[in-house]
């Protein structure tokens, strides 16, 4: 408002700051993720067991080493996929069905500003999940290295990686096609992506399609950081770098609002 006089105001409409709003809807697009059950179970509890159950009961060989410092990046790759991707689609391919995401795109925020607001949704659950997830693995006996620009820079891209892929899957698939895909793959990449089972366990030329996958790339590398202590993995940060362009440009160009 404006004032015209001594105790008098005039309304001044208009919308709020773009920095505001975009910060406004990425807490409600983060505590929406955090107060669902589901999302919960597949962001946090999932990939928690799974550290824990693998890293005390002799099931995988991981080779050589102690169990949890193969296993700890897998999962770290593992909580990034889940949150990025599978959690993602789901929700994002439920808000384009229920119309949530054509009231939003009629509303000040522009659509980038929304994308962008769940992209910080996602980064903030990353970031509790990494906590988390390091406080479980220290406390099983957890011994990183590493250069740890390098691991920052391979989670980065990796979420960017599978957040192009999500809302791809989700602005192209009707909602109940993208919970069901989503959730295959997130199964698929669970057992083939060098999270838990090594990929030298694959047959060769298998071992060569596995590694291409961004899921491959993001524990590759990641292990390559934490468990041996190798510098920047150009690698591996190569194949993210054009599964995160690829996906994020193939969304931007065939996603569906309504």
Do not use: C
Not at 37 to 43: D, H, I, K, N, V
Not at 125 to 134: D, F, M, P, S, W
Not at 175 to 182: G, H, I, K, P, W
């Amino acid at each position: 408002m404006t004032a015209t006089g001594t105790g008098t105001y005039t309304p001044k409409p208009g919308a709020a700051p773009l920095p505001r709003m975009i910060a406004a809807q990425a807490l409600l697009e983060t505590k929406m993720l955090l107060r669902n059950g589901e999302q919960l179970l597949l962001t946090v509890v999932i990939p928690a067991l799974l550290l824990v159950l693998f890293s005390t009961v002799d099931i995988v060989d991981t080779g050589a080493g102690e169990t949890v410092d193969f296993l700890a990046p897998g999962v770290l790759a593992l909580a990034v996929m889940s949150t990025a991707f599978t959690g993602q689609a789901i929700a994002t391919g439920f808000e384009r069905r229920y119309g949530v995401l054509k009231r939003l795109a009629s509303s000040p925020l522009p659509r980038w500003g929304l994308m962008t607001a769940k992209t910080l949704s996602v980064l903030v659950t990353e970031v509790l999940q990494v906590i988390l997830l390091t406080v479980i693995a220290f406390a099983l006996g957890w011994s990183p290295q590493g250069n740890p620009a390098a691991m920052l820079l391979l989670l980065v891209l990796g979420t960017a990686a599978f957040s192009g892929l999500g809302l791809l899957m989700a602005g192209t698939l009707k909602a109940e096609a993208t919970l069901a895909a989503a959730n295959l793959v997130f199964l698929l990449l669970l057992v083939g992506g060098g999270v838990i089972v090594p990929l030298d366990k694959f047959p060769s030329g298998a071992q060569d399609v596995l590694g291409l996958l961004p899921i491959s790339a993001l524990s590759d590398g990641l292990r390559d950081v934490l468990q041996h202590g190798a510098g920047m993995p150009w690698g591996d940060l190569g194949i993210l770098a054009v599964w995160a362009v690829a996906g994020l440009a193939a969304a931007g160009k065939f996603f569906r609002w309504e």
